[in-house]
Structures are given as structure tokens and as C-alpha cells.
């Protein structure tokens, strides 16, 4: 079983640039949630996808934005990058049933990325 | 609204147990976990407890669930210097599936 796995493991960027971080979601898994970690701090849950469309969202403004592929991969995108973006961006997988209500599934994170704006 | 609460540091001797403490407020979060983060690394889950039971036990860890007071535990028995970490409590709300963390515990075990 193929763990959940994140790329790349390490960026820097400045002020203003944008920036997209890739995860692959655990074998069997159809779930993908994003969460940012800033330093000291607990994961904030920025949003989920499912089924390749946005499931729920954090306190997050417009410029984070996601994608889900059919294979359930997704992609992080951050526009107009701040110094407060620095952080740890972690993804986790989960399952959910297909036509199911919203299903409280083990997330299973991956190895995060870290995103350093100066 | 939704708050989970940790203390920040605990320090143990190798080879003592070691409790790790947590406070939510949410009575409707029907799971609440325990996970483990290394040093610039992910999070790794250790255990999970169902909002109605009361205790989860897996090898060396212990979980307590006072759904009354709203209070979760974590024991870990015989502490090894390989358990030096971050320790998360999360709560998940029932018909909502993001993890609400809390801060966390920095666990630092002593030779």
C-alpha cells in the first residue's frame, strides 16, 4: 500500500509569486483535505476535495485554491504569496463512500511541504 | 465554538509512563485522535478513540475519553527515547470531516 506522498519537500519564494504543491493521495483513498502549519502551531484545515470538487473550506481567502484529478491526486495553488504563508502545508487522504453523507474517516497525512516566503 | 487545548511541554524519564493531556469543546465530535509529528516531518496518527467509548488501548498507548468533562488522555507506558515529539489531539465533529487540532504536546524524554 502506497503511503501519501507530497512534492517537493522544500520551497522558497518571495512576496507576491504564486506557488503550487502536488499530493498523492494513499492507494484506495478518494479524499484529499489540505491543512497549513504555521510554526508552533496546530494544523488549520484550509479545504478538502472530493470526487474533484471542493468539499468544505477553513478561514482561508480566495487566493488558496485546489484541484482534485480523477486519478485523486490534488494540487494546492497559493496566489500573491505573503511573509504569513510560511508554514508546513500538509495533505491528508481519506475515504468516503460514494452518494454517502459526510464521512468522519482517519486522515492519513503525508510528509508535508515546506513553503518559506521572503 | 471549536477549541482543543493542550499544555505545551512534558518531560519524562526514559522508562517512565508518560501522560499527555487534552480539552475540547464540542460535545457532538464523534472521534477524537492522537497524532505524533517528528521534527520536520508529517503527522503521523497513533490512535483513534469512538466518542462513546471510554478507553482505546494499542501496545504501549492508552487512550482515556471523559466525554462529561470533555477531556482525552494519552498514555504512554515504558517511554523511550524515540517518543521525543509533538503530540496532536484532533476532535472531528459528527457530518463534518476536518480535523480541529489543538497545539500541541512537546514530549522530551530523558536518558
Known amino acids: 500500500e502506497t503511503g501519501v506522498t507530497q512534492s517537493p519537500t522544500h520551497l522558497i519564494k518571495t512576496r507576491g509569486q504564486q506557488v503550487t504543491l502536488r499530493c498523492s493521495s494513499q492507494?484506495?483513498?478518494?479524499?484529499v483535505s489540505w491543512y497549513q502549519q504555521a510554526l508552533g502551531q496546530g494544523p488549520q484545515f484550509i479545504f478538502q476535495?472530493?470526487?474533484?470538487?471542493?468539499?468544505g473550506r477553513g478561514n482561508f481567502p480566495p487566493r488558496f485554491s485546489g484541484l482534485q484529478f480523477p486519478n485523486y491526486s490534488s494540487e494546492l495553488n497559493v496566489n500573491a504569496l505573503e511573509l504569513d504563508d510560511s508554514a508546513l502545508y500538509l495533505c491528508?487522504?481519506?475515504?468516503?463512500?460514494?452518494?454517502?453523507?459526510?464521512?468522519?474517516?482517519?486522515?492519513?497525512f503525508g510528509p508535508g511541504t515546506r513553503l518559506t516566503v521572503l | 465554538g471549536e477549541d482543543v487545548e493542550q499544555s505545551l511541554f512534558l518531560s519524562v524519564r526514559e522508562g517512565d509512563s508518560s501522560v499527555i493531556n487534552c480539552t475540547y469543546t464540542?460535545?457532538?465530535?464523534?472521534?477524537l485522535y492522537w497524532y505524533k509529528q517528528e521534527p520536520g516531518a508529517g503527522l503521523q496518527l497513533l490512535t483513534y478513540?469512538?466518542?462513546?467509548?471510554d478507553m482505546k488501548q494499542d501496545q504501549r498507548l492508552t487512550v482515556l475519553l471523559n466525554k462529561k468533562d470533555k477531556h482525552l488522555s494519552l498514555r504512554i507506558a515504558d517511554t523511550q527515547t524515540g517518543d521525543s515529539a509533538i503530540y496532536f489531539c484532533?476532535?472531528?465533529?459528527?457530518?463534518?470531516?476536518?480535523?480541529?487540532f489543538g497545539k500541541g504536546t512537546r514530549l522530551s524524554v530523558i536518558a
Open positions: 491528508a487522504s481519506s475515504s468516503r463512500i460514494s452518494g454517502g453523507r459526510p464521512l468522519t474517516d482517519t486522515q492519513y
Open positions: 492507494s484506495g483513498h478518494n479524499t
Open positions: 476535495y472530493y470526487r474533484e470538487e471542493e468539499n
Open positions: 464540542d460535545s457532538s465530535s464523534t472521534y
Open positions: 478513540i469512538f466518542s462513546n467509548m
Open positions: 484532533a476532535e472531528v465533529y459528527s457530518g463534518n470531516t476536518p480535523l480541529v
